[in-house]
T-cell receptor, first 112, second 114 residues
Framework: QQPVQSPQAVILREGEDAVINCSSS?????VHWYRQKHGEAPVFLMI?????EQKGHEKISASFNEKKQQSSLYLTASQLSYSGTYFC?????????????FGQGTILTVHP | KAGVTQTPRYLIKTRGQQVTLSCSPI?????VSWYQQTPGQGLQFLFE???????NKGNFPGRFSGRQFSNSRSEMNVSTLELGDSALYLC?????????????FGQGTRLTVV
């Protein structure tokens, strides 16, 4: 049950804001957000746990709606360095501990 | 603190051969997960090891196997390589994945099967 990310791609000018969504059809234990630049490893941004706990970079904000099984990543006042592909990884808990199921990615391009 | 180290960075192999990839996790991390990344299928989970035990496995054929050593370093092996195995193989290390902790990725091994 791969989560669905939207939008698939977004183009911004520096300083603009964007929201990336991640939806699951299955109950989630946690949602993990990563950014990957071309040819590089995915970089951890944030983890949101069932129950409300969050861990991640101070400049990144995200939400987790447990009722809707949906998470949103908020990128405000975008910078050129925000460009890359954003992935959400979902963890279902139970016997799925240790396994992340990733969305297809959202390509974010920030122009000067 | 050193990050996750994967070796080698690049590999070219011929169909039918086998390959072994290595992953050294961040010091103190006991969980290592492996993922395959391709343009068509995205990031797909292969397996996860914690304290030398495989706790979870993805939907890959038995040609894909792995192991973890007592120092938490992990290896994955792919036997009888197929063209479709060409991919970026990423490992991620975590202190303890069962508690929903952060996972940090290595740079990956780019495998090309010809």
């Amino acid at each position: 049950q791969q989560p669905v990310q939207s939008p698939q791609a977004v183009i911004l000018r520096e300083g603009e804001d964007a929201v990336i969504n991640c939806s699951s059809s299955k109950a989630l234990y946690s949602v993990h957000w990563y950014r990957q630049k071309h040819g590089e490893a995915p970089v951890f941004l944030m983890i949101l746990l069932k129950g409300g706990e969050q861990k991640g970079h101070e400049k990144i904000s995200a939400s987790f709606n447990e009722k809707k099984q949906q998470s949103s990543l908020y990128l405000t006042a975008s910078q050129l360095s925000y460009s890359g592909t954003y992935f959400c990884g979902t963890e279902f808990g139970g016997t799925s501990y240790g396994k992340l199921t990733f969305g297809q990615g959202t390509i974010l391009t920030v122009h000067p | 603190k050193a990050g996750v180290t994967q070796t080698p960075r690049y590999l070219i192999k011929t169909r039918g051969q086998q390959v072994t990839l290595s992953c050294s996790p961040i010091s103190g991390h006991r969980s290592v997960s492996w993922y395959q990344q391709t343009p068509g299928q995205g990031l797909q989970f292969l397996f996860e090891y914690f304290s030398e035990t495989q706790r979870n496995k993805g939907n890959f054929p038995g040609r894909f196997s792995g192991r973890q050593f007592s120092n938490s370093r992990s290896e994955m092996n792919v036997s009888t390589l197929e063209l479709g195995d060409s991919a970026l193989y990423l490992c991620a290390s975590s202190y303890d994945r069962s508690r929903g902790t952060e996972a940090f990725f290595g740079q990956g091994t780019r495998l090309t099967v010809v």
